[in-house]
């Protein structure tokens, strides 16, 4: 059984906090992680314990239901959550990892760790597999950061109108 990690950053121009109110709440995901075509079951509010449940795209017309629970959640600064559904991934962890930065003028901004842990099977075809599906994971991933970035800036040029 092979592991891998893949891993991708990105800064989000907003403050860490408005960035944490979007991340926490699992009913949003549809909204802008780019794998999420919808959130089926929710908690609200990720609570360690608590899980949610998506329909997902997963490679190029494959989609998936998947089944995730939130096993560690320390605000403003990390969340993990575990996942099922994404045969032939095994042992699916996300984790999200934030630290408040400065912009170049002075502005609030969110540096993003968006880390994807999994396991594949199949022995060379898993290799294989990974080897396709990786570069699809990690577009998506940064997908996703950009997606949120411009979530949070549309919905604060509404609430400034």
């Avoid at 994404?86 to 540096?111: C, H, I, S, Y």
């Amino acid at each position: 059984m092979n592991k891998y990690v893949v891993v991708e950053k990105a800064v989000v121009n907003a403050p860490v906090e408005r960035v944490w109110e979007i991340v926490s709440r699992t009913d949003r995901y549809a909204e802008w992680v780019a794998a999420v075509i919808e959130v089926t079951a929710h908690h609200g509010v990720a609570t360690v314990g608590g899980t949610y449940a998506e329909n997902n795209r997963t490679l190029g017309p494959l989609r998936t239901h998947s089944v995730w629970t939130v096993r560690e959640v320390e605000p403003m600064k990390r969340r993990v959550d575990t996942g099922t559904g994404f045969a032939p991934l095994r042992d699916l962890t996300n984790v999200f990892e934030f630290q408040p930065m400065k912009g170049p003028d002075g502005q609030d901004t969110t540096e993003m760790t968006y880390r994807v842990e999994y396991t594949m099977g199949l022995g060379p075809l898993g290799l294989l597999l990974d080897r396709i599906q990786q570069p699809a994971m990690r577009a998506g991933m940064r997908t996703s950061m950009a997606n949120l970035d411009t979530l949070i800036r549309s919905e604060n040029s509404t609430t400034a109108r």
